[in-house]
């Protein structure tokens, strides 16, 4: 089975912070992202990379930057961190093409003070 | 863009039939997907459709039709763990990216 782990499941900064989430899958997928999900909005696609050192912005990037130096490793960076980012944060992963099922972490529910 | 409308919530009975219309409007269709995700847990993928037609898997089955810019989910012989949020999202091959609906909150009842 595909497994898609995020560094925390709750996690509790201030505004102004510098923040990282982490993602790691653990299947050589060439593919991840980084979703926000908030009640009445659905996932919303923040960034996404299909190969290392690569990167292309999704549909809500403004305040956010990701890394990708490794293959199995994505990483969402909340520059300095605001209130409206507080939301439930899901990263994926798939195989190439695009087009393939993406899997999904257990998210991590991030709340800015 | 992509504008993708299914309903927010909707009941059923244990046993019943369920069916979740999801309708788009998007530039660059390529296929259609269905996740559920139940309460504090991660979205799994249930379905994908690429082309017109009835996809069948066990008591769940999803339909296209990329004309009318329609599908629907349907779950059969619906059980209590059933009860769960049933998330459309359609592929853009020019974007090649996920658009998401807001989901359909299902709630199956005793």
């Known amino acids: 089975d595909v497994k898609v782990t995020q560094s925390s499941r709750y996690l509790v900064k201030r505004t102004g912070e510098k923040v990282f989430l982490e993602c790691v899958q653990d299947m050589d997928h060439e593919n991840m992202f980084w979703y926000r999900q908030d009640p009445g909005l659905g996932l919303r696609l923040i960034y996404f990379?299909?190969?290392?050192?690569?990167?292309e912005k999704g549909d809500i990037p403004e305040g956010y930057s990701v890394s990708r130096e490794k293959k199995e490793r994505f990483s969402l960076i909340l520059e300095s961190a605001s209130t409206n980012q507080t939301s439930m944060y899901l990263c994926a992963s798939s195989e190439a093409p695009s087009n393939q099922p993406q899997h999904f972490g257990d998210g991590t529910r991030l709340s800015i003070l | 863009g992509q504008n993708i409308d299914q309903p927010t919530e909707m009941t059923a009975t244990e046993g019943a039939i369920v069916q979740i219309n999801c309708t788009y409007q998007t530039s660059g269709f390529n296929g259609l997907f269905w996740y559920q995700q139940h309460a504090g847990e991660a979205p799994t993928f249930l379905s994908y459709n690429v082309l017109d037609g009835l996809e069948e898997k066990g008591r769940f089955s999803s339909f296209l039709s990329r004309s009318k810019g329609y599908s629907y989910l349907l779950l059969k012989e619906l059980q209590m763990k059933d009860s769960a949020s049933y998330l459309c999202a359609v592929f853009s091959g020019s974007a090649r990216q996920l658009t998401f609906g807001s989901g359909t909150q299902l709630t199956v009842l005793p």
């Open positions: 990379s299909y190969d290392v050192k690569m990167k």
